[in-house]
């Protein structure tokens, strides 16, 4: 929903744990995404395998991973920036900011004009 008021014509894959994120990421090797964003506490797998089987993928080893979660835990963001993921979102406490914070991203790769 935040990634949709960020910018109305993004076209947003959602998975509903990691290993359906995987599959979905796999299904075609054709599909690069321009961004991925993970959650650190999904069912199945934690956001960290989840990451790390990502960077394990050739065609999917450029693309900026975002991992978020409601704790900003230094040692957790270290060790997902140390794995492989561009930046960290902790998660805040309205959807207005998350829209906010969403679309500075999305600027920053030039998907979107502010």
Request: with cysteine; net charge positive; aromatic share 8%.
């Amino acid at each position: 929903m935040a990634l949709k008021d960020a910018y109305p014509a993004i076209h947003c894959i959602f998975a509903n744990d990691g290993p359906d994120a995987l599959q979905k990421l796999t299904a075609h090797t054709s599909f690069i995404p321009s961004l991925i964003f993970i959650d650190m506490n999904m069912p199945f797998m934690d956001g960290m395998q989840c990451l790390q089987e990502i960077k394990k993928l050739q065609h999917l080893k450029s693309v900026p991973v975002y991992m978020y979660s409601t704790s900003g835990d230094s040692a957790v963001v270290n060790s997902v920036k140390k794995a492989g993921a561009l930046g960290f979102i902790v998660k805040p406490p309205s959807i207005k900011k998350l829209t906010e914070t969403l679309s500075e991203i999305l600027h920053h790769h030039k998907l979107i004009s502010l």
